[in-house]
């Protein structure tokens, strides 16, 4: 493990992971934690509770900022575990010399956010910091949610099983690179950020049984299938052809050199349920995205690995996304 | 960029039908061949497009890929980077590159990690924003670590021209700009006396199709001509690379050797004048230049001519850069990789102690690399 820490570290990825395991799993293990799910389940299984932070820049970006994003990371991640978001708490930590404006129109966007998912903020804390000490502002959001679907779990898939995507990928995290300075890259690019719940609540008032649901942030949806593979000891294999992007993020993959199921989602899932819920899985989702689709199966033909298969017979391992995402070159 | 729309102009490149059908006639021919043959394709974007689409699957038993060092990060050679390196942490620098270059492990380490411990190290998508960073910055001095082949040396050209027309002071330049051609005599014909011979297999050459956007298809006119290899400038998508690999094999199959263009659709004999004449204003060539893993090939790299040596940053900053040369690890084999005459899999340390997030070789350090390109796409699913 490297002696510094880089921002490959916290790329969603291998280095990620090894950041992870090496420093914090090492000193903080206990049998929650090392489940490693969107969410901890606790109390008897009643309630999933979670945290993160959002750091994004820039913090205005077509279709979101960094408030809806912070509930919306928050939120998604009581979903996946079939949980119905309740109370968040909100962090913030602004830079001297910040728009009390613009905060207010993050603020505002968190309670339209927040009402989408029928939760409240019910404790918070702010601090502010010199110049420099920060990019303009981070916020952190925990949150508690009541499990209202039961054994939802990244080390249940088996083979046979199907895996669903909610929409088309990788527009969340093409966004943010065309809105970027220094791209100067025209586009209607929107993120695909939004909050799940409703999409979970209609698949469990459908009477799916969900297997394992995960939202496909930093990674993409690379690390959370190479996550399935690992952590149920299975293959994925994934048609190609049929994982849904959109024209312009498939643009800009093959511009800068990325892979749209390596780009960042904040409103796109992976889902697995057995082979007879498919078809009424995809219904549903499709209800909500037209994109939506069956990527893919459980096998067994490479445990831990996650299969891509060419509409022209070729097959290809997808790996985890690995560095800094970084265009290539030549 | 600007105005650009994003339409998706590649799908007709990768459709199945048409690559099943590239693969039935060159099963086809490569039935009729009396042996085996071995193309080379010179550039890390052919590598990783054919390993990304899995271009060997399609392949029969007598028609082998052997990877080439056309790769800008993976060639440079570890004293290279310590300059980048050493050049990041002056005080009052800003380091400037493209892409990958970060993340390349010098003796100190990365400029990634030169920039963890406070360096500015930035990259960026074109060497022209080299000029906004330094009107934004008037204070420092911005160095573009310039890298690459003949495709992204025109666009340094075009930022110094700009830094002379508009008499901007504070951007150096540390140019390490290599040539497709002259590695490739190297490869087949070695002037090194270090080395008795390569043995090398190489039967034929895919060429890049961007270097000859710039340079033209006539810089590989000696390889039919002089060394006996067909040369075939081809595309990068897969139908494109399908078809490149069919005309060699057509080539074989007709006893012919010749320099063919398959990615007409933009590649010219002459190429790009414009950009050759800004090269040849800028630059010369140097005598030498050290690449990763293959050693000193003449006439290899280009320099600022002496004429503009105030914006050069190796002759500025000479007293704090290094200059010993630094030799790979023992137990890496990129030199017979990037020969041609070893696969990834064949090294004892590939996706053991070396890795895309630990490389050792420079074969494994930018996803160009065939190491890299091995171990993300996992050529492992046909063994």
């Not at chain 2, 990304?52 to 082998?64: R, S």
């Not at chain 2, 390349?104 to 924003?129: H, I, T, W």
């Amino acid at each position: 493990m490297n002696k510094t820490i880089t921002i490959a570290h916290g790329n969603g990825g291998e280095e990620n992971n090894e950041l992870i395991k090496k420093i914090f799993y090492k000193h903080f293990e206990n049998e929650i934690l090392s489940k490693s799910e969107d969410a901890a389940v606790i109390h008897n299984g009643e309630l999933a509770f979670t945290t993160d932070s959002f750091t994004v820049s820039p913090l205005f970006f077509p279709g979101g900022d960094i408030g809806k994003l912070a509930v919306c990371g928050t939120c998604n991640d009581l979903a996946m575990m079939g949980a119905k978001p309740k109370y968040l708490t909100c962090s913030v930590i602004i830079e001297e010399g910040f728009s009390t404006r613009e905060l207010e129109k993050i603020v505002r966007s968190m309670k339209k956010e927040l009402e989408i998912n029928g939760a409240m903020v019910v404790s918070g804390d702010t601090k502010v910091v010199p110049k420099g000490s920060v990019d303009k502002l981070f916020i952190n959001t925990t949150g508690i949610g009541e499990i209202e679907h039961t054994g939802i779990s990244s080390s249940n898939l088996q083979e046979g099983m199907s895996i669903l995507i909610s929409r088309d990928v990788g527009a969340h995290g093409a966004t943010i690179f065309a809105a970027r300075e220094g791209i100067m890259l025209e586009s209607s690019l929107q993120t695909d950020c939004a909050s799940l719940y409703p999409q979970v609540k209609a698949l469990m008032d459908a009477g799916i049984r969900i297997v394992a649901m995960r939202d496909a942030t930093r990674g993409g949806v690379a690390a959370v299938l190479n996550e399935w593979a690992k952590g149920s000891e299975v293959c994925i294999e994934i048609d190609e052809e049929k994982i849904p992007v959109a024209e312009e993020v498939r643009g800009i993959c093959e511009m800068l050199g990325f892979e749209a199921v390596n780009l960042a989602n904040e409103g796109t899932f992976v889902l697995t349920v057995n082979k007879e819920d498919e078809a009424k899985a995809l219904k549903v989702l499709k209800h909500n995205n037209e994109n939506a689709q069956i990527i893919g199966t459980v096998t067994r033909q490479h445990d831990g690995k996650v299969i891509l298969n060419s509409s022209w017979g070729t097959k290809r391992f997808l790996d985890l996304p690995t560095g800094e995402l970084l265009p290539r070159i030549c | 960029m600007a105005g650009l729309e994003l339409n998706n102009l590649y799908d007709d490149f990768r459709d199945g039908k048409t690559l099943q059908a590239y693969a039935r006639i060159i099963a086809e021919d490569a039935a009729k061949l009396e042996r085996p043959i071995n193309i080379m394709e010179v550039c890390g974007g052919h590598t990783h497009s054919i390993m990304k689409f899995g271009i060997p699957q399609m392949m029969p038993e007598n028609v082998n890929f052997i990877h080439g060092p056309g790769c800008p990060v993976c060639i440079m050679p570890k004293e290279r980077i310590d300059h980048a390196y050493v050049l990041a942490m002056q005080p009052d620098v800003i380091l400037v590159t493209l892409g990958d270059m970060i993340k390349v492990p010098g003796s100190n380490g990365s400029l990634q990690d030169a920039r963890a411990k406070g360096a500015d190290v930035r990259f960026v998508y074109s060497p022209m924003e080299c000029i906004k960073i330094a009107q934004e910055n008037p204070e420092k001095k911005v160095i573009f670590f310039a890298i690459g082949f003949e495709t992204t040396t025109p666009m340094t050209a075009v930022l110094l021209d700009q830094v002379i027309k508009q008499n901007i002071t504070n951007i150096l330049f540390h140019i390490n700009h290599v040539t497709v051609p002259e590695v490739m005599v190297e490869l087949i014909d070695s002037r090194d006396i270090h080395v008795d011979s390569y043995n090398n297999k190489i039967d034929a050459f895919l060429g890049p199709s961007h270097v000859s956007v710039i340079a033209g298809s006539k810089i590989y006119e000696k390889f039919p001509k002089d060394y006996g290899r067909p040369v075939v400038v081809s595309g990068f998508e897969p139908v494109d690379v399908m078809e490149g690999i069919s005309m060699i094999v057509k080539q074989f199959v007709e006893k012919r050797c010749e320099l063919e263009i398959q990615y007409k659709r933009v590649v010219t004999y002459e190429g790009n004048l414009n950009a050759q004449k800004l090269i040849e204003t800028y630059f010369d060539k140097v005598d030498l230049f050290r690449w990763r893993g293959l050693g000193n090939v003449p006439e290899s790299g280009l320099k600022l001519k002496d004429g503009y040596a105030k914006y050069d940053a190796e002759v500025i900053y000479r007293d704090v850069l290094p200059i010993a040369e630094i030799e790979d690890h023992k137990l890496c084999i990129c030199g017979d990789i990037l020969r041609g005459m070893a696969k990834p899999p064949e090294c004892t340390i590939f996706g053991t102690a070396c890795k895309p997030t630990t490389p050792i070789g420079s074969c494994m350090v930018s996803s160009e690399g065939a190491c890299a390109a091995y171990y993300k796409y996992g050529n492992l699913i046909t063994s």
